[in-house]
């Protein structure tokens, strides 16, 4: 668990445990060990009400995740639990067309507690260690940069439970790392790929020899991001998110009417003085 | 050639032949390899036919295409035939735009021949070796997974012809490595390139020793994707490609109605059950 | 400084000596060494001018980009001279959103002067060498292939002076380099990162071990495209630009209509020609 | 008011009567008539939470939307409780940037609670009457179909207010009526416009007498489109939306998958099997 | 029946009538009479085929679509014949996903047959007239122009046999009138409309007094068409399809790739010769 | 000729007059009667030039084009003079290749200028009277609103020169009314239309009795939206024309970004607090 205070903000949630290590940084760990922090429905309805108010909270300018425990950053889907809730079997003698409309409705719930992440508009960095299958990389492919052990185990594992991945996986994967042999493998395989070969295709960025490397390693990153501009972190987030939807035309103009008001805030002249000055800036919250 | 007992409904095929390697599993080898597996046009309105037919099939659940013969995969355009059957050149006197109407016509044909090895619903590995240029690429990127021999020399060779390659080639190698100047170093300077050189940017995930080695790992990787649910196979190669040509909201969208029906079937359940049981599961025909 | 003989057509420009190092090869140099080549508002209007003037030139087949002096390809924005622009400061007391409307004309022009090179119908080959910063990833985004000496000092650096990136970086990089995880890490972070690294994503495809080998390597590959058919190698730059921007259908469909003039060009038969006779074909202007 | 009873899962409403006039229809009612039904902050936070619950509740198949009392449909944003609230005026000193982030958020709302309209998956078919101006625009344009009385006075009010119309008229108008000069006219020049001027450009597809028999004719179309398959009815709805936004063939290949499932509930057999014997189909919830 | 002579090339085909009226203009009529013109799957392959064949016809410049006797343009679906080849109705016990892979194959051959009219190169003209229904607007709306009877009964009928329209209504009548108040309602209501009404919404652009005169108007329209250069008249069709699903500057784009063969054919310099020489131009076969 | 006094800063152009007959107004006036208006290439060069410069220009808030003389708002391409520059006429023997990309390039050129007025960032009206054929439509459908005498005589010409229409009628037209069925009868017989035709499909949203009473209405009309907020009017125009390009979600997101710098300005506060006093608001150059 992590060392740091929680922020009495986000002690209500169960699930996550959500600290501040370093001003302008939270912590979010995903806090059910035991069950090598599984997802049952609550959990994934806290996730995106977590991500939601972290996006909102001014005090916030860089989110690392990670996972409590040893053993796994998630194992994924909690199986049992989604068995017993009846989310996995669909009564007989139901209606096709009905089931059909619930299905839907169920797996958009799901869809967007997960895309809460990425539509957070801070910087989310992800810390991945031992398990991290399924679910796992559905995660962790909303957030903004990847770290993981060297210990980490890897899998997109749906296929292996009679489905294609539908939380986000398939959708994202893609655009993430350079190689569609390399995804359309992983993925119609289901089988385990490590730390080394997730660093070679891209899908991380650095891997450390143990999760607390990793972790320390995500927090010094954070803090050093947390001390920028906001506007020119969070603009970045945005314009990189939406270039990646839009072609460079499109692209192009969007980043014309959102820096028409972004450089009227202060943040851009501080940032020059402070350069031309060789003197620390400081920024004001946003 | 291969050794494995050939399909019967395929064997009226006469530049092709189709195999069963394994349950569910079928080799397409090309098989004009006195020729170097040149096309002429007849063969490529067989490819055509047959992957319609593949991905028709039920009892194929997963496909391995190569080239017969030591020396290519194939040396891509057979040259000599296109100018017998007068496609590459124009007779003299006629109207520009009669003979632009005739042309993308004949490229539409042979374009729409190549995609349906893209459009064939079941996952596609495609085994390279030797001469591997020209075609060779526009073929291997309608697969979903490439693996190729040590010795395979590969080129973008279009542009030393005479062309922009207009095959598929230059629209789909850039949304299958990621690095664009490596893509368009290829593309632009026709030069060869290695089996070390397509697997470090990412255009082949594995490569072997010889011909036999890659092919062995290939039938195996069938294999292994054969015995897995049909219904998840197919909808995570349908839904990656959905994913490359659509932004993540779309994605998702298509999704969620996908697998609304998806999820009704048999093998959802099936597939759990043998995870919760650790036995191993058989699928019905899809 | 180039050793190259300038060329006429471009004397008139100021900050740049563009000049030809070998048959239809222009070699363009950003000349403005005791400034780091840092770029001022007539230099980004000159650089416009110059790449749209290269795209009509019919002498010109392959263009090869890069800074002169020892110690920067460019240190990016001048700010010094921005500042003195008034660029960088809206007067106090100015409505906001005419202020704003300013600003989007503003950021337009730039944009625009520095798509000019994308839009540019020939090749660029972009050399860079020690500090490219800022503008210098914008930049040589545009340009089709990447070389670099390996003391080049890369930086994302936008974020550090107060605002998101809006000349192009954010928009083009994640479609030039395959991993998602480390175009945000360096574009948050903007910390610098070296030619191995540029490299091991992919951003550049040739590193060499000072600038004057890596401009001898740029120039070797400017020949060879040089003596190439113009309407092939234009035609395969135009399809993958295209491409990157539209999906495989629609890009196929383009290529097909795109051919059908460009096949009926004396190129196309000159080539197969020369291919069957063993000789060097020799292309006229387009 | 409407004479139906109120429905008692919508009763904590406190600015809208949801009745039922007949079953499975559901009728919303705008309830602030000595206010012209303007809208405050809390009456669209309202609207966006009675529409997402309609979309759900199986016990409705139609929704049809008015406003109470005889002189406004609505006459807009309450401009007084706005400008209490401080959403009018940016405090004097704020960051520019800043205000950006926040009007963007507080536009998102809004847009958000509107958006539900179009996103409830019943039709809706909205009665206009009286003053109808600005928001009442952006209201209906969410609606499927627009009946109103011939004393409705339309107008596109916002450049009148000094800002360019921001929760969807702008993004929906033009996709509803044909003459766009019509609709840059109306918008430009925010003059009223008439019932029967509406019904000429399509924007109503019909006008009656007064406002009861508008809300009577609307009411009966309800009744009729209750009786029919929700299956086929929500459906209809969705591939008709999902179609404005795309091109035909994403259409045609969405509507296959949507279809796939939807054909397999009993409503298709059951209606099929009503229409050869001539009798009376009864549908199941969805 | 149509009086004038079948042409040779399309009369093997059983269901479809195919006669030159006039030179360069092809008229084909649906010919069930008996059966009100209902499609069974032997008729909609064939649909498919003869369109096919049209568009590369260069005998063919322009098409007319009519149904054969008094009665019906055509009752859309042939219900019974469908029950009867099982596409209605699934085996109890099949799976829902492999069903749902049937449907979806089955709606896709159903869909291209259809498309295959709005594919086809040359200008199509559709004469309606009596029973139009169901299928009769899918197979319209494919057409280029549509002119019908005044006693042509119209309705979108597919909500009332339990079904969201699936072979392309829902996908392009929203496209081709203005009015989507007046789609909407239509669509969700079944509910028949008339000749006088589809003309004043723009979904046919002339209504004559009988079935006789709008057919003799059709053929006269398209002779008309047909005596003009073949070059011109195709390319508008292929850009005004093209514009309905791009936006401006994509079109504008692809119209100077197309254009830049077609004006070098001998049509664009020869109409401009007979228009400055007041004679009559003859085109060449395209 | 136009009454009003031309203003100084556009007295330089040859072919076109540019006055001010009200205040923020201005009056654009094809100015070559004796051709009836015909373009030549110097006349669209200048045509573009102007409103690139009108769209800059802060005393002009509204445009209205017109052409001078009783016969013709424009008779569209001066062929004569368009033969004479060897536009329309390659020369024989050139490489049908190089013809092809000059071509492409030629008519970008001229569609650039023609979509310089809808590139503007005033409201245009434009006024057509007489013969208005050709390129008439090309330039009117870049206007907002199109006002015109009743002897209007319209056509999309094209086809009867030989060519589908390549200055953006075909990209245009079918986006500014609703009828398809229309559109394609208008451009595919190449037919005139009246004034009152042109009011039904909603082509133009006035029709006046003579070329006076059209130019007084728009010039009325003008007056009226240059006295509103510039902020709330030029938002306007370029929101309904980003909304033309894109889907309604992607118009919401654009428009919040775009409504955050712009709700800032003054004139948003200043048009509030006029409606609240009931005085007329006066507002500053944008």
């Keep these: 668990m992590s060392t740091a205070t929680p922020i009495q903000a986000y002690a ?54 990670s996972g409590a425990g040893d053993r796994a950053f998630t194992s994924g889907l909690d199986v049992q639990a989604a068995a017993e809730d009846g989310m996995l079997t669909a009564k007989e003698g139901d209606d096709v067309a009905k089931k059909a409309k619930g299905m839907r409705s169920h797996i958009e719930e799901f869809q967007e507690c997960v895309s809460a992440a990425e ?27 990847r770290i993981c052990a060297s210990n980490t185990r890897f899998a997109v594992k749906e296929v292996d439970i009679g489905l294609a991945a539908d939380i986000g996986t ?30 070679a295709v891209g899908f991380v960025s650095q891997v450390h020899g143990s999760k607390e490397l990793a972790l320390q390693a995500a927090l010094a990153l954070a803090a050093s991001i947390s001390e920028k501009s906001p506007v020119a972190v969070q603009g970045t987030k945005e314009l990189l ?46």
Tied chains: 1, 2, 3, 4, 5, 6.
């Excluded at 270039?243 to 851009?268: C, I, M, P």
Aim: glycine fraction near 6%; proline fraction near 4%; hydrophobic fraction near 45%.
């Design 12 to 65: 209500a949630y169960e699930h996550f445990v959500v600290s501040s290590p370093s001003p302008f940084v939270a912590h979010v760990e995903i806090n059910r060990p035991r069950k090598l922090n599984a997802f049952s429905r609550p959990m994934w309805l806290e996730f995106g009400r977590i991500f939601t108010q972290l996006s909102a909270d001014e005090d916030v300018r860089v989110v690392v995740l």
């Design 119 to 145: 539509k957070c508009e801070k910087p989310i960095i992800c810390v991945l260690h031992g398990i991290s299958i399924g679910l796992a990389i559905d995660l962790s492919c909303c957030a903004d940069i």
């Design 170 to 199: 398939l959708a994202r994967l893609p655009k993430i790392v350079g190689s569609t042999s390399w995804v359309k493998d992983v993925c119609l395989s289901a089988r385990d790929f490590s730390a080394q070969e997730a660093a």
């Design 241 to 286: 998110n939406y270039g990646r939807d839009h072609d460079v035309a499109e692209s192009l103009r969007y980043t014309r009417v959102w820096n028409a008001a972004a450089l009227q805030g202060k943040d851009f002249g501080q940032a020059i003085m402070s350069g031309l000055t060789k003197t620390k800036p400081r920024f004001e919250k946003l």
